[in-house]
T-cell receptor, first 113, second 109 residues
Framework: TAGITQAPTSQILAAGRSMTLRCTQD?????MYWYRQDLGLGLRLIHY???????GKGEVPDGYSVSRANTDDFPLTLASAVPSQTSVYFC????????????FGPGTRLTVL | GQNIDQPTEMTATEGAIVQINCTYQ??????LFWYQQHAGEAPTFLSY??LDGLEEKGRFSSFLSRSKGYSYLLLKELQMKDSASYLC??????????WGAGTKLIIKP
């Protein structure tokens, strides 16, 4: 079982360009999440989805958008990247949102220049 | 506001015991999670406490005191592979995880 996969592994992006980070899970989990991790800070929630067809904003949603067309996929889009979006992005999933363990993908390291 | 506090870095000796503390203040409480994260890798689940007391799982144990807003992770018989960051996270009333910045644990031979 692959669990959660993310693509790309890493990317260098020019400021102002758009980019979509991909996330796919094969565990049939209902809930999915996008976090960013920056040095010295805890993981911060960007967007989440409790079930296919629904999405919600987390702690730091500005500059990011998501969609959840089906159970397996939860792409994160940066419409016009800025240097402050340089970070490591983790996708995670859980069976449900209620006290369930979140399982993480391997992450995407994004550098915006 | 919501806040999770844990030490930035700790050092311990191979074979010894180390306790990593975490204090939390969140809007509501639906459990306390501990994750391990090796450098350059994804966080992986270690433990979950929702009731007061100690949960033991092999060499790792986790304790929770809800009245004190306090948890600790206890690692016994330390091995070099335990060198990693340990992340404390509290689940708030919206079932969202609020994360600490992590404790980097350095194991010395």
């Amino acid at each position: 079982t692959a669990g959660i996969t993310q693509a790309p592994t890493s990317q260098i992006l020019a400021a102002g360009r758009s980019m979509t980070l991909r996330c796919t899970q094969d565990m049939r989990h209902n809930a999915m999440y996008w976090y960013r991790q920056d040095l010295g800070l805890g993981l911060r929630l960007i967007h989440y989805s409790n079930t296919a067809g629904t999405t919600g904003k987390g702690e730091v949603p500005d500059g990011y958008s998501v969609s959840r067309a089906n159970t397996d996929d939860f792409p994160l889009t940066l419409a016009s990247a800025v240097p402050s979006q340089t970070s490591v992005y983790f996708c995670a999933s859980s069976s449900s949102t209620v006290s369930d363990t979140q399982y993480f993908g391997p992450g995407t390291r994004l550098t915006v220049l | 506001g919501q806040n999770i506090d844990q030490p930035t870095e700790m050092t311990a000796t191979e074979g010894a015991i180390v306790q990593i503390n975490c204090t939390y203040q969140t809007s509501g409480f639906n459990g306390l999670f501990w994750y391990q994260q090796h450098a350059g890798e994804a966080p992986t689940f270690l433990s979950y406490n929702v009731l007061d007391g100690l949960e033991e799982k092999g060499r790792f144990s986790s304790f929770l005191s809800r009245s004190k807003g306090y948890s600790y992770l206890l690692l016994k018989e330390l091995q070099m592979k335990d060198s990693a960051s340990y992340l404390c996270a509290s689940m708030d009333s919206n079932y969202q995880l609020i994360w600490g910045a992590g404790t980097k644990l350095i194991i010395k031979p």
